[in-house]
C-alpha cells in the first residue's frame, strides 16, 4: 500500500519505520520541507517529500501534527 505521513516527529517516523518493515511504500513530509528529514529517512528507510507530494503518493495519509 502507498501511505504518506505529514508530520515527521516521533509518531510519524514510528510509523514510517513500522509501515516500511511491513513492506509498504511510504514518503514522509514535514512543514519544513524535504531537506530537513535526512535523519529521518537514514532512520525509517522511507523518502521524504513535500506535504503535497505524500498526500498525492497516497492511498492511505496520516497526518501526525501538533495543533498548534
Known amino acids: ?18 509501515l516500511t518493515s511491513f ?19 537514514q532512520k525509517t528507510g522511507a523518502p521524504a517529500g513535500a506535504g503535497q507530494q505524500a498526500a498525492q503518493h497516497a492511498d492511505l495519509i496520516v497526518v501526525t501534527v501538533w495543533p498548534i
Open 1 to 18: 500500500m502507498k501511505i504518506g505521513i505529514i508530520g515527521a516527529g516521533q509518531i510519524g517516523s514510528a510509523l514510517a519505520v513500522r
Open 23 to 41: 513492506g509498504h511504500s511510504v514518503l514522509i513530509a514535514n512543514s519544513h520541507g524535504p531537506e530537513t528529514l535526512r535523519d529521518v529517512t
